[in-house]
């Protein structure tokens, strides 16, 4: 091999490299121009500040990234959000509450309600799939008439009498602990609840996508679906279950959002589906299909918590916030195409 072969195939795999790790450098690089411009940012608090912001996102987008992995999407995860939070805040109101909206109702363990949302927005991900695999629906309108379904009927439960259009309030401290309580010592030295739950949701993901034959059916649909059903997956069933557990996960992000923020209102979650799916564009799951990390989805998530609070931290305009990120999803998409046509 000449000299001259050589550089060429190191300059081609440093090229490689760097469109790889791409959005890792632009993770980096963002904390870096952000700490220069102020530097009391890189602390301990701010970095548990971010985590927490991150956890329901983290959770609400692992299950959008399953969905963009086998080439769908999934416009209703933000109202299924906004459903889980309305359900599981109605069923956790404190016994004393004088707007109660079940006043008679006994006290219920605290999972009991949760594991209902999850349940419900499980049922409606379930009816995304079959709209997909048996009537051959394309994913875009199956989930936009499921957007629409979804925020009616969270409506309607939403504007029940006696007190109609209310947001639901006067939590039980028990909800209210999980979204907001943590272990550790008071301030910098603990970590929330919801960061827990959520790291142990990635690492569930990470075995689903890499360790099991589910995960690897999930990434062959993604990358070809017919090749995959002449291999011998079974696309429908596989779908299917990829929108039931991807409707769970947002039941599971609704209520702790409900919990987070001691309350919830039918609007809940509203356009919480964009940010998910452009959390995983960036962190690296193609739009395409058959391409995603659980690691990239993660960093995704980072990414938009690190501008939403690093860039308040550093007082920069609202505005100037929404073109950074107008900017990051569209160099990904870029670069998500890029590396698409390179394996042409």
């Not at 995959?228 to 039931?244: D, E, F, K, Q």
Request: aromatic residues 10%; contains cysteine; positive net charge.
């Amino acid at each position: 091999m000449s000299k001259k072969e050589k550089q060429t195939i190191t300059v081609k795999s440093v090229q490689d490299f760097a469109t790889q790790y791409a959005i890792y450098f632009v993770f980096i690089a963002l904390i870096l121009i952000i700490t220069i411009r102020a530097p009391a940012f890189l602390s301990l608090i701010n970095l548990r500040n971010i985590l927490s912001m991150s956890a329901t996102r983290v959770i609400i987008a692992l299950g959008m990234g399953a969905v963009l992995i086998t080439g769908g999407v999934d416009l209703a995860a933000g109202r299924m959000v906004g459903l889980a939070a309305v359900l599981s805040a109605s069923l956790l109101q404190a016994p004393d509450y004088v707007r109660r909206m079940y006043p008679d109702m006994p006290v219920l363990p605290l999972i009991v309600p949760i594991i209902i949302a999850m349940i419900g927005c499980g049922i409606f991900g379930f009816l995304n799939g079959i709209f997909i695999s048996n009537l051959k629906l394309p994913a875009f309108i199956a989930s936009l008439g499921t957007m629409v379904a979804v925020y009616g009927a969270t409506s309607l439960y939403f504007d029940r009498p006696p007190y109609g259009a209310q947001p639901i309030g006067g939590l039980d401290e028990r909800f209210k602990l999980l979204g907001t309580g943590y272990i550790g010592f008071d301030g910098v030295y603990s970590i929330p609840y919801t960061v827990i739950i959520a790291a142990v949701m990635v690492g569930i993901f990470y075995i689903l996508f890499n360790k099991t034959t589910y995960g690897k059916n999930l990434y062959a649909i993604g990358g070809n679906a017919e090749a995959a059903r002449v291999s011998g997956v079974n696309v429908g069933r596989t779908l299917i279950l990829c929108y039931t557990i991807a409707g769970i996960m947002y039941g599971l992000g609704g209520s702790l959002e409900a919990a987070r923020t001691g309350g919830a209102t039918n609007n809940y979650g509203n356009g919480y589906e964009l940010d998910a799916i452009a959390a995983c564009v960036v962190g690296g799951v193609s739009n395409l299909g058959g391409i995603g990390t659980v690691p990239g989805i993660v960093i995704g998530v980072l990414i938009f918590s690190v501008i939403n609070y690093g860039l308040t931290f550093i007082n920069m305009s609202p505005y100037w916030q929404q073109i950074v990120k107008g900017a990051i999803i569209i160099a990904a998409v870029a670069l998500d195409i890029r590396k698409y046509l390179a394996k042409r």
